[in-house]
């Protein structure tokens, strides 16, 4: 019989690749994030922002790099965007704003424009097995087949950062791992190239963009799965030993702090809670500024899912039939920046139309 007050809620058994990468870097904040539910009030404009450039990346990959689908998912950006943060926050926000998105769009399509591809699959969301009983939830962008490496599938991962050499760490991540363990799931071995970083720098005043392999050996991949089991294994011994705590420990013996992490990425958010008290199950409830919402990967709508195999299955096949595009149409850059910006209306009044319609 459990010894605490809390109250199971579904998602603790949904595990994902972030969930799981914020579990090994530090227990507790799991345990405030993931198991509370406690995130800080009001939107995250990094997550915002990062969304909106997976949406644009999206668009293009799968329309194509021309003129009218930079306009269009310019417009898709910005109609997220806005959602969440309204035109009198971009001061606060630049240069994550939507502002930058028509010019960021034709500055990437003009780096890339020799990319030639095969959209296989885009939006594609379920779970893959990592042993006979458990899964990991997942959710991949997109998958293509690149003929520049040889007809070889690969699944480009959209990342964005405000400052250069960010990216290399997403190379060993266990999401990496995860999408390439999906990738061999469904394809033939010999085809399966991996995942490849997609980043985008947005600086004040300029664009970068940056793409790093994180192609993976057959040696890493075992590595990657005893990884994961490990992890799962003390999460669950977690939270076992969580049913065994009482609000009157002086110490919660279970979800344990990982000193090293409080500051790695700026102070942690819950930083303040976490060290005021040994035993957090003597928190009521979520303290001035922070709200209880508990993230679910599986609210995300998909166009294609995996069966218990963790094999990709085509959901709304209209939507997911391959689409070549070899070296694709773009005009000149610096046209495409002024003519991008100019159409935005344009686009953005074709977007509304079409949910109308």
Aim: proline residues 6%.
């Amino acid at each position: 019989m459990d010894k605490n007050d809390l109250q199971p809620h579904p998602t603790w058994e949904v595990v994902d690749s972030t969930k799981l990468q914020e579990y090994a870097s530090c227990a507790r904040y799991y345990f405030f994030c993931r198991v509370l539910g406690w995130i800080l009030e009001g939107p995250n404009i990094n997550l915002v922002f990062g969304k909106t450039w997976h949406i644009c990346m999206e668009h293009i990959h799968v329309k194509g790099y021309t003129l009218e689908a930079i306009q269009e998912a310019a417009a898709l950006g910005e109609e997220y965007f806005r959602r969440f943060f309204p035109p009198i926050t971009d001061a606060l926000n630049e240069p994550k704003i939507p502002g930058i998105l028509p010019i960021a769009l034709a500055e990437y399509v003009a780096r890339y424009k020799s990319d030639n591809f095969e959209v296989l699959f885009s939006e594609i969301g379920g779970t893959v097995p990592i042993d006979d009983k458990r899964f990991l939830h997942l959710r991949i962008d997109l998958i293509v087949r690149d003929h520049d490496r040889h007809g070889q599938i690969v699944a480009p991962e959209h990342k964005t950062s405000k400052r250069r050499g960010y990216f290399e760490k997403y190379t060993k991540d266990i999401q990496s791992g995860t999408y390439t363990h999906a990738l061999y799931c469904s394809f033939p071995k010999e085809e399966v190239f991996g995942v490849e970083i997609n980043g985008a720098v947005f600086l004040k005043r300029e664009r970068d963009f940056q793409r790093i392999p994180a192609k993976r050996t057959p040696q890493g991949m075992l590595e990657w799965l005893w990884t994961v089991q490990h992890w799962c294994d003390r999460l669950e011994w977690d939270f076992a030993e969580l049913n065994e705590c009482s609000e009157n420990d002086d110490v919660m013996m279970a979800f344990p702090k990982n000193t090293e992490s409080c500051s790695k990425y700026g102070p942690c958010k819950y930083y303040d809670i976490c060290h005021a008290r040994t035993n957090p199950l003597q928190l009521p409830e979520p303290p001035p500024g922070y709200e209880v919402d508990w993230w679910d990967p599986r609210k995300e709508e998909s166009k294609a899912t995996l069966d218990p195999r963790g094999k990709i299955i085509s959901i709304e096949k209209e939507e997911n039939e391959s689409q070549i595009v070899e070296s694709p149409t773009v005009v000149d850059v610096s046209k495409t920046e002024e003519a991008a910006v100019s159409a935005l209306d344009r686009a953005r009044a074709k977007v509304a139309q079409s949910k109308k319609s």
